[in-house]
């Protein structure tokens, strides 16, 4: 390149940016869109739980890339149209699928002033770190975690996950992963989980080299925790044939059951062993907040890192999750990798001394942290911990429900917020139950009435419902039972006339 020659003269052209030319114009359309989302919000129980999609809809929504705009009114005119009906279902009162959180009309707002901010929170000295910071040390506190503990936010706990088994990699493997890879490591690790754990948790050790066929999924008591008996003897076996037991994970609910591994127990294995100790507490971590349901999660403050969602129990929109780790300077050496373009200086915009994207892997990042901030502020945490507990109330009836129905089977112990039951019918032989479930779960959700997902307890299909929902009543949970009955006496009578 050149330097000497100066460069050449650009020729003066009309300039545009984005913005609307009619600012007038562009406030009644923002006025007309938070009238009509709001009115979304509050009128979401008069509308089905779920609808399909048309395939004209679908069609429709395959056309080429507009050239030429359309304008701010008519593309939200198409997603009033092809869009907005059509969601998964979330915020419906009597959604109760996966695990997902309703939402708030607040949260909402939030994310609004989040877009107009539009602040990469990945570092630069602004407010968006210190009110992520600020978020991270609340429930550094909320979950017993000492002071100086780090944490970050990140899109979801399968993230949260990632990035707790990264710092764990980082800290306890047996060598410099941060140089030479896993490659260099003198004994292979390995990663003991129960057999109830959530995949991403796999998806975790595939991503950082350790393999699947060293993610240990061990076997589960009566009430679907992990047996630690079963744990310390695959430890044991391992540790003979010269493998590191790198990290045991620990449930705070699982997500088929709900089940909640003695913590206390794990971490004191992991002592043992030298091994870190992760707790996946994407949902369940949130029992915490409610004195009476904090029982049910001790020891989550032993973890050395703690993986939790906020767009499931703190009913965010999404994405809000976030990791909580003990090691502060295990957690920043697995992620801060210095660049000359992302220079400090002494004053001014890139004086921060604090920077996000040096613990996790992103470096553009949305301002997550400002729904929870708001949210927090809004309710305050003895209300999030009503809500919580008013799921469990719930998941205890529905459970109680299908206990006490003689065509209904509750198929295992609901501790948290999730129950899994199935039509039993009357002599209905075992072998067409999963499929009549199965069907009976279609209808159910095609209809509109209601959405559990699918669930598999010990082999069996369960009509599984988890309870992450603010806006569901206990007449919801009746009507889903009664409808469970009902449907499941229609396919018995379809079956019984097939033969
Ligand atoms: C126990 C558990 N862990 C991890 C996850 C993954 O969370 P996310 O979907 O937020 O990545 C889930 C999701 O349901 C879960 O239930």
Redo the contacts with the bound molecule.
């Keep these: 390149m050149d330097l000497d020659t100066a460069p050449a003269l650009a020729p003066a052209i009309a300039e545009h940016s984005l913005d609307p030319e009619d600012w007038t114009g562009m406030r009644a359309l923002g006025h007309q869109v938070m009238d009509d989302m709001l009115d979304y919000l509050e009128g979401v129980r008069e509308r089905p739980a779920w609808q399909p999609m048309p395939g004209e809809v679908v069609e429709r929504l395959r056309e080429d890339v507009p050239e030429r705009g359309e304008g701010a009114e008519a593309a939200y005119r198409a997603f009033r149209e092809l869009v907005l009906p059509y969601p998964v279902g979330n915020i419906h009162p009597r959604f109760w699928g ?3 959180g309703t939402g708030t009309a607040f949260g909402m707002m939030a994310e609004l002033m989040a877009a107009a901010m539009n602040t990469n929170a990945s570092g630069l000295a602004n407010a968006a770190s210190h009110v992520e910071a600020q978020v991270l040390e609340w429930f550094r506190a909320l979950f017993g975690f000492p002071e100086g503990a780090s944490g970050i936010m990140l ?7 990632l990035v707790g088994l990264a710092t764990a990699r980082t800290a306890r493997a047996d060598g410099d992963v941060i140089r030479g890879g896993i490659r260099v490591l003198g004994r292979r690790p390995v990663v003991y989980c129960s057999e109830e ?2 995949n ?2 796999d998806r975790a050790v595939v991503l950082l080299g350790i393999g699947r066929d060293f993610l240990r999924r061990i076997p589960t008591d009566d009430q679907f925790r992990i047996r630690l008996d079963l744990l310390e003897q695959a430890i044991r076996d391992d540790v003979l044939v010269g493998l590191q037991p790198l990290c045991i994970v620990g ?1 705070a ?3 088929a059951t709900g089940a909640t591994d003695d913590l206390e127990a794990l971490a004191e294995l992991a002592a043992r062993f030298g091994a870190w100790f992760h707790v ?5 971590a949130l029992a915490a907040l409610s004195p009476e349901l904090r029982g049910q999660v001790a020891g989550l403050s032993r973890a050395d890192s703690l ?1 939790f ?1 906020m ?2 129990w703190l009913y965010m929109p999404y ?1 809000a ?1 976030a990791v909580i780790i003990r090691d502060r300077e295990a957690h920043h050496r697995t992620f801060a990798l210095s660049a000359a373009y992302l220079g400090r200086a002494e004053r001014g915009a890139e004086a921060d001394e604090f920077r996000f994207n040096e613990y996790g892997p992103q470096l553009s990042r949305s301002f997550r942290a400002l729904k929870v901030w708001l949210s927090l502020r809004e309710h305050g945490t003895e209300r999030y911990a009503r809500q919580i507990e008013q799921n469990v109330a719930q998941a205890s009836y529905l459970a109680e429900l299908a206990w006490d129905h003689p065509e209904l089977e509750l198929l295992a112990p609901a501790p948290l917020n999730i129950v899994c039951f199935r039509y039993r019918g009357r002599g209905i032989p075992e072998e067409r139950l999963d499929g009549l479930n199965a069907e009976l779960l279609m209808r159910l959700q095609e209809r509109g009435i209601a959405v559990p997902t699918t669930g598999r307890v010990r082999g069996r299909f369960a009509i599984r419902v ?1 309870n992450t929902n603010h806006r569901s009543r206990r007449e919801d949970f009746q009507l889903l039972a009664e409808s469970v009955v009902a449907i499941g006496r229609e396919i018995t009578d379809e079956m019984e006339l097939a033969g």
């Design positions: 996966r695990v997902m899109s979801g706990a399968s993230a949260a996950n754990t959530h991403s948790i449930n609910g699982t997500v996946d507490g994407a949902f369940g993986a969602d767009h499931k994405e999750a988890a």
